[in-house]
């Protein structure tokens, strides 16, 4: 078993930072392969980044050059900055370990 907690979301201004937190506990090894997936109503969930067990970092076209995934492999947490944020980046963001998920966490930029 694997449980992610999920943290830093909020309400931000266009061109504003969040930092969000996913801290994992259990049955874990290392923060590789661990990603972030965006959820909007109505729309299936989306991958926004992801991380490596070697630390290559992948990001949708959408949020490159914006935003940055990292990790603390003793902490076993995965962090997610996110700058100059946008309207269309407002959603519920997952954190995701082997198809372990979550309770998410609210983000909303006002435009």
């Known amino acids: 078993q694997v449980q992610l907690v999920e943290s830093g979301g909020g309400l931000v201004q266009a061109g504003g930072s969040l930092r969000l937190s996913c801290k994992a506990s259990?049955?874990?090894?290392?923060?590789?392969?661990m990603a972030w997936y965006r959820q909007v109503p109505g729309k299936q969930r989306d991958l926004v980044a992801r991380?490596?067990?070697?630390?290559?970092?992948t990001y949708s076209d959408s949020v490159k050059g914006r935003f940055s995934i990292s990790g603390d492999n003793a902490e076993n947490t995965v962090y997610l900055q996110m700058n100059s944020l946008k309207a269309e980046d407002t959603g519920i963001y997952y954190c995701?370990?082997?198809?372990?998920w979550g309770q998410g966490t609210q983000v909303t930029v006002s435009a």
């Open positions: 259990g049955n874990i090894f290392g923060i590789g392969g």
């Open positions: 995701d370990y082997r198809n372990y």
């Open positions: 991380i490596s067990n070697v630390g290559v970092t």
